[in-house]
């Protein structure tokens, strides 16, 4: 079992950035790959980025590619989404995701592959 939860987020204006944090309770963090998630108003939830569990891959979804950073510190067990030039259609509701297996791109998008999940932190970024 594998706990996680999501902080960082918050209220900026667009241009600006947020740094999110994904901090997982297991010892058997470094077995996951951790992708980042968002869900807007109204909308489905989409794939942001992934890092594979040796943090040597990473992935995005070309709307945030330049700009957000994923990253992974597995000593503290924490995964971070630095997000910069950030603009008010990046508003939503941020989750981390953790998957064991494969490094198939074509899968880090596919929700059902993940088997935990956290609560989301919310970003709001003004025009």
């Known amino acids: 079992q594998v706990g996680l939860e999501e902080s960082g987020g918050g209220l900026v204006q667009a241009g600006g950035s947020l740094r999110l944090a994904c901090a997982a309770s297991?010892?058997?963090?470094?077995?996951?790959?951790i992708s980042w998630f968002r869900q807007a108003p109204g909308k489905e939830r989409e794939f942001v980025a992934a890092?594979?569990?040796?943090?040597?891959?990473?992935h995005y979804t070309e709307s945030v590619e330049g700009r957000f950073t994923i990253s992974r510190d597995n000593a503290r067990n924490t995964v971070y989404l630095q997000m910069n030039s950030l603009k008010s259609e990046d508003t939503a509701v941020y989750y981390c995701a953790a998957k064991q297996g494969s490094w198939w791109l074509h899968l880090l998008p596919v929700e059902r592959e993940y088997d935990f999940w956290g609560q989301g932190t919310q970003v709001t970024v003004s025009s």
């Open positions: 890092t594979s569990f040796s943090s040597d891959a990473t």
């Open positions: 297991a010892r058997t963090f470094n077995n996951y790959h």
